[in-house]
């Protein structure tokens, strides 16, 4: 049982094989959230609001039973944080090519450049918890930024 249960969990927390690219894991897991939050996407805010409370729980167990398996803080195989972040970020913006690639791109740049608080967070909450928690710190930053400017330019319809 211990076995499946750590199979599972690699699994997720890599995103599904993601986490083992290669080239940019992070990114290629950010990517992935697109794929889940396509089809979110014509669903209620309460069924999006449910997913992304679904992954980012999962996520928070996944992340930690492969951290503790690797003897790790993050693991940088570990990107279902990258998966969630990206995937809230684009749930909040027009369905459009052009928003959610600007939504994928501003997430990308937060998580990587880990502006404060979401850098303490990272450095102060540990175990899976801190792992997802980064994320959707990022994400949050990526929102405040594209949110009102969509407002602005009328991409809400």
Request: net charge negative; charged share 15%.
């Amino acid at each position: 049982m211990r076995r499946l249960q750590q199979i599972l969990a690699d699994c997720l927390a890599y995103s599904f094989g993601a986490g083992l690219s290669p080239v940019w894991p992070g990114t290629v897991g950010a990517a992935v959230g697109l794929l889940v939050a396509w089809p979110l996407a014509g669903t209620g805010v309460a069924q999006q609001a449910i997913a992304l409370a679904l992954l980012f729980a999962v996520g928070t167990w996944a992340s930690a039973c492969v951290a503790r398996d690797r003897g790790e803080e993050d693991p940088q195989v570990v990107v279902v944080d990258e998966t969630f972040g990206a995937a809230a970020v684009v749930l909040f913006l027009p369905v459009d090519p052009v928003w959610w690639l600007a939504g994928f791109l501003a997430f990308r740049f937060f998580d990587i450049r880990k502006v404060w608080p979401v850098d303490w967070l990272q450095d102060t909450v540990k175990g899976g918890l801190g792992i997802m928690l980064d994320d959707a710190g990022a994400a949050l930053y990526a929102l405040l930024v594209l949110v009102p400017l969509a407002w602005s330019l009328g991409a809400y319809g």
